[in-house]
């Protein structure tokens, strides 16, 4: 295709891509200048203006104290059983629930398609979901983060989707040979759907990563609680206190600040060095949630 | 003849008995799942009835006291009532105007971009924001808007005077719009992008024939190409208009701010966990809002099919 280079349009692309950069430069500096202020000297920073692109003054304190607080530590690991023991229940459920709807002789499907889909539009809302977790006696138990978050019912329908795109003719061999569904769904139904399996367990994996509401309202105690909820008593309560008598510095009171970023580096850098390697699977979830029922 | 038939009866009888085999698998798969939804969304459900109740906690959920509307008529004369309604109104309409048209800016601008490589990278650092946690978000929200955080250095270099950002109510609103629109902006983008990836090229060569420009060309090719998605996320912008989540707005309030900060999921829930918890208007508050949500989608989707005949079911 030939195209004619106006002077407007070399113009309009000059401009294109400078407003594009300085956009991603605003994206990109509040972490940069998280990660510089955290090993910056804190009092430097409180008085500096301007921009800050180095760091000011030099000191790692801020990750001694991070790294030998115990409740960070124990944060951590709570997150890590949470993302992956409720991300593999989030699996096992949503698979069976998309198989067993995406069935085309399974003649509930329609009934229970509705039943599962009203909830989308109507729930209990906040105190009588509490109440039941409270009545069904796993208040204060890691079991109250895992179950009441069992199911994503956009990821079921969207799983379900997917399994209802496969073609019969590959189940076809399996049902002469007499296999169940139980066989149907692990050998053929499962290894051809990779794609959406990738996709809602990345979904599921961030969604209990990041969660800190649930956490919030049915644990009490602080040896069950996730990161978030950690970072938040950090991060916005403004509660470094509990951290200081770890701290291994002499002026604990300006380390305070220092720790917040400190902090953030330490929770956030995980996930930032490996979604660039898992965008491909991020996007495709996009598109595949987008593909009308 | 007869013994035919007899091999021909007992074959169906043993598939009708497969079948029903087969069926009882699937029930038996589907019963945690349907367990699940029975127990943690259905059963919540009948706990609505608290909305009408005085709760007492000795009394339990179907003990206590019935009332009536008396929470939703103490609700709507309070003086709460306009606050919440007007903040959660405010903080979407703004959302609505500044946040629903900045994805569709940047693919269409990135639509327009040459090379390839400087897209993906703008992409990939675009969507870096989606990733950081709403509590991290947060925490930088609060730290840069601070009375010495880096906004009030730009404001400075360029001139201004510094502002606690977060002790003023009437910043409130932009803050909150313009940090959703850092956060969500790329990752809003990609599904314009797909649609844009999804024109076909051959338009845009039959108008370069016609002697169409740049321009031209997206007025006329573009835009109607990706407006089957502007719809869709516009329907489901307006059937959330009324719905505002709590998170970010818990994390992000504090005491001096709260008479532009204060919307109605975030009232449902110091109702409910405040400092005087009182669960049965709590709830009122929320099935209120719940019925007003599901009234809007379901009429903002009954206008786009009437309208473009796209709809979301």
Known sequence: MVEQKTFGSALFDIINNVILIMLSLICLYPMLYVLIASVSNPIEISMSEGL????????????????????????????????????????????????????????LRGIFMMFITFTMFVNGGLVPTY?????????????????????????????????NTIPDSLEESAKIDG????????????????????????????????????????????????????????????DSGKMMQDSVTIDKLSVAENIKYAVIIVATVPILCVYPFLQKYFTKGVMLGAVKE | MKNQAAIKKTIKSLFVSTALKQDRSLYLMFLPVFLYYFVFCYIPMAGIILAFKEFSPRLGIFGSEWIGFRHFTEFFTGPKFFNVLWNTLRINIMNLIFGFPAPIILALMLNEMKSRTLKRCIQTVTYMPHFISLVVAVGLILDFTKRTGIVNNIIVMLGGERTAFMSESDFFTPIYVISGIWQEVGWGSIIYLAALSGINMDLYEAASIDGAGRWRKMISITLPGIMPTMVIMLILRMGQMMSLGSEKIILMYNDLIMDKADVISSYVYRLAFGTAPDYGFSTAVNLFNTVINVILLVSANHISNKMSEVSLW
């Open chain 1, 179 to 238: 296999a169940g569904h139980l066989r149907i769904l692990c050998n053929i139904i499962l290894p051809v759907s990779t794609p959406i399996l990738a996709v809602i367990a990345l979904y599921y994996s961030v969604a209990h990563w990041n969660s800190w509401f649930n956490a919030m309202i049915y644990l009490d105690d602080r040896t069950k609680w996730p990161l978030q909820l950690i970072l938040r008593e950090i991060l916005i309560l403004n």
């Open chain 1, 131 to 163: 109440l039941l977790v409270k009545g069904l006696g796993v208040l204060n138990t890691r079991l109250a983060i895992l179950l009441p978050t069992a199911i994503n019912t956009f990821n079921l329908i969207m799983t379900r989707t997917y399994f």
């Open chain 1, 52 to 107: 800050l692109l180095h760091p000011l003054g030099f000191q790692i304190s801020a990750y001694e104290a991070v790294f030998t607080n115990s409740d960070i530590w124990r944060g951590y690991l709570n997150t890590v059983f949470y993302v992956v023991a409720g991300t593999m229940l989030n699996m096992m459920l949503t698979v069976m629930g998309a198989y067993v709807l995406s069935r085309k002789s399974f003649k």
